[in-house]
């Protein structure tokens, strides 16, 4: 498909809002965590749970909604996503108990997802290759401005207001988004799409069995399953352990924001002429670091100035590891993109979703729990990237060596020095 520079444009401000759902859905009212906990008068793993309902919404959301736009459009479910997404944003908005709350937030992620896997499967509608990993990288960044904006405006409007008015300006996201839907023209054509909407569901088991495209999915799981207890237990961390205020969360929240925008230039720039296999192994490598000096600080109760910046080197990677995965899971999809961003986008959500209740299950006193698992999460990331997804990217004569051969021969080259600097570093801390 050809793009003009016009449509260009409005697709980069468009999909770039719609794959910031999720951000948008949990970021926001992040600085309002434990008011919502005061308010509903129960546990903060409790009000940790209000962010897995939507993020399990929003994984679910993905697998039924993604074959669905390959088979009917883009438009049309996209549409009712937004509408949806609206009218469950005034029922958070007036809730009143932490039941109906924890229901509704399940229904306001399942129809943001129509956001976050359509919004992938159009920009593999209109870009492949280089291009599509350009294309991808600059919605990132698009993206990478929910995380600035949203928490900071969520502490902000505490100022003035509760957490109910955090759900007022998510209505009118939903309203925004459903009129821009209209103005959006259909980039899938009829004769582009599958036959029978069971077909697309079909197609699951089969791009399971890939296991490269396997590796992908298993790879988004565990990296956003850290990233994800990071939300969780941030404002927490913050809040209560360091004592700042919900406004200067936000504004912490979205220094680390900046961070993300920033670093989702590198894949646009770089694509071409550094392969993703590269991007995507250092955009795992660092987090691991990270998380394990990040674990180390909480055991020692580090001073503020110490986790903020490591939070800030190992949270930043995510936008590089995003954009490279995507870009390397989806350029061997055609008709089925949208039923592969699905899948992608259920194991990126499903197990941080279920992780987050986790986080605060020693109290809101310690962030040990949020160490713990962001180090498994990250150290799997790697341990899959190099069994499941860097054979398929070696030289030839790698690939023709047994799997297990070839994973050692990675691990030995490439990750020996930085296993011994973790362990030094570790040791040192504990010292």
């Known amino acids: 498909m050809v793009m003009t520079k016009r449509m260009r444009l409005f697709l980069i401000v ?3 809002v719609m794959s910031a759902m999720a951000p948008l859905a949990t970021d926001m009212y992040l600085p309002s965590l434990p008011e919502l906990a005061a308010d509903f008068q129960t546990t903060p793993s409790t009000i940790q749970l209000t962010l897995t309902m939507t993020m399990l919404g929003m994984a679910c959301g993905q697998m039924v909604l993604g074959p669905i736009s390959d088979r009917y459009g883009r438009k049309r479910p996209l549409l009712l996503g937004m509408i949806v ?38 920009a593999r509608d209109v870009a492949e ?55 959006y023209r259909e980039t899938l054509p009829a004769k582009a799409r599958i036959g029978e909407i069971s077909s697309s569901f079909a197609s699951f088991p089969s791009l399971l069995r890939d296991r490269y495209f396997r590796g992908h999915c ?75 000096l990040l674990l180390a600080g909480f055991i020692i109760e580090a001073p503020i100035w110490y986790t903020l910046t490591i939070l800030f080197i190992t949270i930043v990677p995510l936008s590089v590891m995003g954009t490279a995965s995507f870009s390397m899971a989806l350029s061997r999809q055609g008709k089925n993109a949208g039923s592969a961003s699905a899948l992608l986008g259920f194991f990126q959500m499903v197990l941080g979703g279920l ?5 605060g299950i020693a109290g809101d006193q310690t962030a040990v729990p949020m160490g713990i698992i962001m180090v498994i999460g990250y150290l799997l990331a790697n341990v899959v990237l190099e069994a499941m997804i860097a054979p398929d990217e070696l030289p030839l004569q790698f690939r023709k060596k047994p799997q297990y051969m070839v994973f050692f021969h990675v691990i030995r080259s490439q990750y020996m020095p930085i296993l011994y600097l973790m362990s030094l570093s570790f040791s040192s801390f504990c010292y």
């Open 85 to 122: 997404f609206a009218l469950t944003a005034i029922g958070c908005a007036t809730a009143t108990s932490i039941g109906a709350f924890l229901a509704l937030r399940f229904i306001m992620g399942f129809a943001g997802a129509s956001g976050i896997v359509i919004s992938r499967a159009i």
């Open 218 to 292: 298993l790879l988004q799981c565990f990296v956003f399953g850290a990233f994800f207890s990071y939300l969780a237990g941030s404002s927490f961390l913050f809040q209560k352990i360091y004592g700042v205020s919900p406004q200067v969360f936000s504004l912490i929240f979205g220094f680390i924001g900046i961070g993300l925008m920033l670093i989702g230039v590198v894949p646009a720039r770089l694509a071409g002429r550094v392969a993703d296999i590269v991007l995507l192994r250092w955009s795992v490598r660092i987090p691991l670091l990270g998380a394990v």
């Open 129 to 183: 290759g280089a291009e599509l990993t350009r294309f991808l990288a600059i919605l990132m960044m698009v993206n990478g401005l929910a995380p600035i904006i949203a928490p900071i405006v969520g502490g902000q409007v505490l100022l003035f207001a509760s957490w109910r008015g955090v759900f007022v300006l998510l209505i009118a996201v939903g309203i925004a988004q459903s009129l821009a839907t209209l103005v």
């Open 14 to 16: 468009f999909l770039g």
């Open 355 to 359: 992780m987050m209740p986790l986080v």
